[in-house]
């Protein structure tokens, strides 16, 4: 399948079966989906599972795609966010710092040593986060979606977006200067 | 831009004007280069911004192979499971069922009456006597 292909062309032709057109959608925008889950979720064997979910969710329900009102990575960041949010009220369970080891594979230096540590108190001031405002964190600071983008995403106005952003940002912030990082935060 | 609305925008958005509204980000700019309490503001959100960088979540292409052969092998599955609509047409039969018998006696019941003459116009006479029967009820 053509790489150019667009989205749009490709999830005309998922709706009317074609699973080539499936193949090459998942293989282009599923890193960034199980990237997004797994800022959500906090756990990457749990973030498969909604991506995997979200996935045969385009497959069954591409016919719903409406292109007047939203952009394909749209319609599938709502897809998986609202996968995330139900699935973390339904088991409030896992915090992030539980998550497994961040992603920098050569913790030997004490540099590496010190982002590691930072690395797991940010997962532990996000993971207390409410599952909205931490989704609208992924999708605006991590993903760096657009305000507009990322409230369609998340079903919410603009100014909703932003409340959830400031609260979350806030409250991050609140957590790290209580874990002693007062000095890094506030000049 | 007041000072209130910059300092919610950075709030939201943090420092780097990539994450910004673009119309915003340039009416700040004049207020950045004003004022040094919004300069000072816009510090303590680049520190904010700094120390989320630290947060870990890229995806490894391990991870991202298991998942997509998972997704693949899923969708096998359930293709070749019997069709998912067959259920929902048994549903569907079972819950319709009783109420199409029951418009379908109603429906002979209606051929039936038709046929024996019942509810055909009643005469004149039989009307009158019918509305003195009944006016007799109250009284009349």
């Not at chain 1, 207390?128 to 657009?146: D, I």
Request: include cysteine; proline fraction near 4%; aromatic fraction near 8%.
């Amino acid at each position: 399948m053509d790489n150019d292909v667009a989205d749009e062309m490709l999830m005309g032709r998922i709706a009317e079966g074609d699973r080539g057109a499936f193949h090459a959608l998942t293989r282009r925008h599923l890193p960034r989906f199980l990237r997004v889950a797994t800022r959500i979720l906090g756990n990457a064997s749990e973030a498969e599972d909604v991506a995997q979910e979200a996935f045969l969710r385009v497959w069954s329900h591409a016919d719903r795609w409406d292109g007047s009102k939203a952009k394909v990575t749209t319609w599938m960041h709502r897809i998986v966010v609202n996968l995330c949010i139900d699935r973390k009220r339904k088991a409030r369970t896992v915090p992030l710092d539980e998550a497994g080891d961040p992603a920098d594979p050569a913790p030997s230096a004490s540099d590496d040593l010190w982002r590691t540590q930072m690395a797991g108190l940010v997962s532990q001031a996000m993971g207390e986060l409410p599952e909205r405002q931490r989704a609208a964190l992924a999708l605006c600071y991590f993903e760096e979606m657009s305000n507009v983008e990322a409230a369609q995403a998340l079903s919410v106005s603009v100014s909703a977006l932003e409340s959830l952003l400031v609260r979350a940002r806030r409250t991050v912030r609140d957590r790290l200067t209580a874990m002693g990082l007062k000095t890094a935060v506030e000049e | 831009m007041s000072m209130e609305r910059f300092k919610r925008l950075l709030d939201a958005y943090g420092a780097d004007a990539r994450r910004w509204p673009e119309a915003d980000w340039t009416r700040a700019q004049s207020l950045l280069s004003a004022s040094p309490e919004a300069r000072t503001e816009w510090s303590r959100a680049a520190a904010l911004d700094s120390l989320l960088d630290h947060h870990p979540a890229k995806a490894d292409d391990g991870a991202v192979e298991r998942c997509f052969d998972r997704i693949v092998a899923e969708l096998d599955r359930r293709q070749a499971a019997p069709q998912a609509s067959a259920p929902f047409m048994a549903r569907l039969a079972a819950s319709t069922a009783p109420r199409a018998s029951f418009f379908a006696v109603i429906a002979v019941l209606g051929f039936l009456f038709g046929l024996s003459g019942w509810g055909e116009p009643v005469s004149t006479a039989a009307a009158d006597t019918m509305s003195i029967t009944y006016g007799g009820d109250f009284g009349l």
